[in-house]
Every structure is written in C-alpha cells, then in structure tokens.
C-alpha cells in the first residue's frame, strides 16, 4: 500500500510542481494517472521508490515512510519503468540487461538466472538474450526495459508512458500485458496521456492539474464527466464523444467501452426500428 | 550539475551583461596573464577583490558563489600539496612563507575560476558565437563552439535521468570502494554517450535539411558594436596590464608577512 499524504513538491529551481496531493494506493489496484504536460504526473510517481523525497508531507510505502529509506530499497518493491528505455539500456546483452538489477538487489546467481529466463519468456525476449540492447527496435527496447524491472518481481509497478512511440498493435499487446499482471495481483501503476488506452483497460483514474489531483475514480465515471476531463485538458474517448453527442436520444452518457457501446446501440436499434 | 549552473549563463540586463564579448574576453586574458606574472600574494589578492564589484553590478553572486563552492575542493588540493611538497623540498623547516607561497598559488588558481565564471555567467553563448563570427573565426569552429556550450545543460538534465532510472534499478553510486564508485557510474556514462552521439547524428542531419553551409558568405541579423563602456573597459583593461608589467620590472612587491610585520 502507497499513502501519500498532503505532499508538496518544489524543485531546486523554485518550480512548486505537487501543491497537496493526497491519495491511497491499495494493494493490487490498477491505477491510471492522467493530465497534461507539466501537471505534475510525473513528479507525483517519481515519489513512490523516493527518487524524490517530499518538501511537506509524507509518502509511506508499506507503512515505512520513503524520507528515511534509500531508493535501493524502496526500488525492491516499486519498480519503475522510465519512459525512454535508452536511459537505462548499457549492458552488452539484453540477458546482462535484465540481470543487472537482480545483481544489484544481492540475488543468488541461481535465482538470477531463473529470473532472467522467466522474465525473457514473459516478455518474448528469448531469441534477443545474445543481441545488444542497442541493436533492438523501438519496441523490443522498451520490452527489455520493462523485462529489467519486472524481473526482480516488484510488488508495484510504475509505467512512465509506456504507449508512447508504438503502433496499435504493440499498444495492445501491451494492455493486455498490463491487465494480465495486474489480474495476477501486481499493483500497477501508469502514467499516460493516451486517452484510448486508459478507456480500454478501465482503471481507476487519477486526474491531474497544476500540481493537485482534480478527480479520482473508475474511469467510466471520470472520463465521461465533461466538465472534469476539461479541467485537465483532456479530451474524451471518442466512444464517448459519441454517446455525449447523442444523449437527447436518451442513450446513456457514461460509454467508454466500444463493445458496451455496440450493444447499447443495438437494443436502442432493434426497439426503435421495429 | 551544480557546478555547472556556476558558470551557466541567465539572461540579464545590467551594465556587465551589455558589454562587448570580445572586450570581456580581453579582460579574462589580461587578468590571466597578470596572475600568472605575480607569485607575490598581495597582488592577487588585490585581483581576486578587484572583481567583486563586477559581480555585484551584474547581479550573480548566487551563481557565483555556486562556482567558487565548485573550485573549492581543487583549492584545497592545491594549497595542500603545494604547502607539503615546499616543506619537503625546503627539508622540513617550516616558515611563514612556505605558507604563503602556498597560500599565493591557490588564490591565483581562484582568481583564475573567477575570471572565467564572471564571463561565462555574463555572457550569451549567441553573443560568444556572434563575437568568434566577427572576429573572422571560421563559421563551422563558431557553430560547434556554440552548439557545445548550449547542449551542456541538455546533457546535465539528461545525466539526471539517467541516474533516476538506473537508481530505480536498484544502483547505488555510493557503495563500495573508491575503484567500485567509480565503476558505478558505467550504468551512467554509457547511455549518456550513447544518447550525446545518436543526438549528434540527428542534428547534423537536421542541419543538412535546412542547407547549412550552402552559402559561403553569411549575414548575420544582429552585429556587435562598440559603446562609450565598450571603450573604457578596453581602457582600464590596457591601463591595468601596463600597471601590471611596470611594476614587475621596476617595483619590489612585499609579501604580505613582510606588510604585516611593518
């Protein structure tokens, strides 16, 4: 469980990026932390391993406050993906690649490689465990690096955009990796600007805005509030900019879902066409 | 990083912002010669405090400050090998001036980071590019110049987050030994030259795509001239190394024990 509690972040430069932020992450949750740039998103997450520690107020991972524990140790818990892999990519192999943070968290060489070989399987590395890091696709680097983290096996995992710069098909994938290790009771966190995403995964939801959290709920109650999603710059899914349009029909606003929208369109069809 | 933001230039108008680059750079070249004439400590003294006020004027002391705590831990290497060695060579007996001469080589190695920390904090880097331009430096030697001095503080972030993402994997630079901290930052320093070089690549194709270098002969939008306080710190530059060298040839230069003991 995170608790952050009534946190004020300011950065050397005098920039206050968090002004007060409370909130509560329970074990196995799927959270969704949206806003637009320089909301604080970022900065927000950036707490939860104590990259950053608060200026007021507290952060308590798993009831130990992030003010007095080193990042090493808090890592152990809450992985954290960065947005760009090749800032973390440098080892000669993407088996070295995934092995460094197992070495560096003192696990057993056995156990380091088993971890390297289950995390090479779950993300479809096995036949790059030779290649250099460096010679892999967009895509494949940004699944090495989310193989380095989740190899140590974190209770939480943070995701910095982790749509960004890949095509339909590779978003996908990732979703569904996404909702597959939270299902298996991982808390997973992401921070992300890509709208569609979020709708069809149904997390709950976590608005941004200057600093403050603006709104926090299941995502088919967040993003279709208009007045809400403005307040962070946001535009709705467009299943709902849809259902939004037709609501004098009578049809519900509250769609984010294509396939719960096809069925509310077919019932309204087959009553009112008949 | 913060010994950077000790020489990184903030935009600013005051009368030391203004100036003419090139008269600046006459300065910082005029008052390294003049240190490097004098061992005597009074005089460098006397050039460590004359520069004050032109810090004060141009409204950097923070970032000033920032950059003498910088050259502070080199100081303090300077002054302590200086004063071990000279007792050394002096077969171990000690003296004031064996204190003072070491004293004298560590301020003129302050007085040096001075001058050059007031110059950078004052100048634009588009301004030091404008005035190599004019002062008939090839355009490409101008141009990679520049480009450096602005992707310094591009590099410095990007170090940052280097270090946040390899420290989220568990990386402790602290750790171990001095040879293991230093093989700690491998994690660090590869992706950083990685991401320097492919950053190259890409400017330099982006510099293809807008035709740099398809013209010879360049205009340039803003020219440099020189003003009424252009002239007279040419002046006070000029008058201070004639001072100077008049008085390493004529003039016996006390040490500062022998000032005090009068």
Redesign the interface.
């Given at each position: 469980m995170i608790e952050v509690k009534d946190v004020y972040y300011t950065f050397p430069n005098g920039f206050e990026a968090l002004k007060g932020v409370s909130m509560t992450i329970r074990d196995g949750e799927f959270i969704a932390i949206m806003g637009q740039n320089g909301a604080g998103k970022t900065t927000l997450v950036?707490h939860f391993?104590g990259?950053l520690k608060p200026s007021k107020g507290d952060v308590i991972v798993d009831g130990v406050t992030t003010r007095e524990t080193?990042?090493?140790k808090l890592?152990?818990n809450v992985?954290?993906v960065?947005q760009?892999p090749?800032?973390?990519?440098?080892c000669e192999s993407v088996e070295e690649e995934i092995a460094?943070?197992l070495r560096?968290?003192g696990f057993e060489e056995a156990l380091t490689k088993r971890r390297v070989e289950w995390a090479l399987n779950l993300l479809d590395l096995v036949e790059y465990r030779r290649t250099s890091p460096?010679l892999l696709s967009g895509g494949e680097r940004k699944r090495v690096a989310l193989a380095?983290?989740l190899a140590?096996d974190p209770k939480t995992v943070v995701l910095d955009e982790p749509t960004i710069g890949q095509d339909h098909q590779q978003k996908e994938k990732l979703r569904q990796f996404i909702v597959q290790l939270n299902s298996q009771g991982k808390t997973v966190v992401v921070v992300t600007h890509d709208i569609e995403f979020v709708a069809e995964s149904n997390p709950r939801v976590v608005l941004m805005s200057g600093g403050k959290i603006v709104a926090d709920g299941i995502a088919k109650e967040i993003l279709t509030d208009e007045q809400v999603v403005a307040r962070a710059s946001i535009v709705p899914p467009q299943i709902t900019q849809i259902f939004l349009q037709l609501a004098d029909l009578g049809l519900p606003t509250n769609v984010i879902d294509v396939y719960d929208a096809s069925s509310i369109l077919r019932e309204y069809m087959e009553a009112h066409l008949k | 990083m913060s010994v950077f933001s000790g020489f990184q230039f903030r935009k600013a108008t005051t009368p030391i912002h203004n100036l003419d680059p090139r008269i600046k750079f006459i300065l910082v070249i005029v008052i390294f010669a003049v240190a490097i004439m004098f061992i005597e400590l009074p005089v460098l003294i006397v050039l460590f405090l004359g520069q004050l006020p032109i810090v004060f004027v141009a409204k950097v002391q923070r970032e000033w400050i920032r950059s003498m705590r910088g050259a502070s831990f080199l100081a303090s290497l300077i002054f302590v090998t200086n004063l071990a060695f000279s007792y050394i060579y002096s077969s171990y007996h000690f003296t004031p001036s064996l204190f003072e001469s070491a004293i004298a080589l560590t301020m003129r190695f302050i007085v040096l980071v001075e001058s050059f920390s007031i110059f950078f904090l004052t100048t634009s880097p588009d301004h030091l590019g404008l005035a190599l331009e004019q002062s008939h430096v090839p355009f490409e030697f101008c141009f990679a110049f520049t480009t450096a001095v602005r992707f310094v503080p591009v590099l410095a972030e990007e170090a940052q987050t280097i270090m946040d993402a390899q420290k989220a994997r568990g990386l402790e630079l602290e750790k171990g030994n001095f040879m293991r901290r230093i093989r700690n930052y491998i994690p660090i320093l590869i992706p950083l030259i990685v991401s320097a070089i492919r950053r190259s690549l890409e400017l330099a194709e982006a510099m293809e795509s807008r035709a740099w270098g398809a013209i010879k002969k360049r205009t340039n939008l803003y020219e440099l001239r020189m003003r009424k306080g252009d002239y007279v710190l040419l002046i006070l530059t000029f008058a201070v190394l004639v001072a100077a060298v008049y008085v390493r040839l004529y003039v016996h230069v006390p040490s500062l024990s022998g000032l005090l003991r009068l």
């Open positions: 950036k391993n990259l080193s990042v090493a890592a152990r992985g954290f960065f760009n090749d800032h973390q990519l440098f460094f943070g560096n968290f460096f380095s983290v140590w | -």
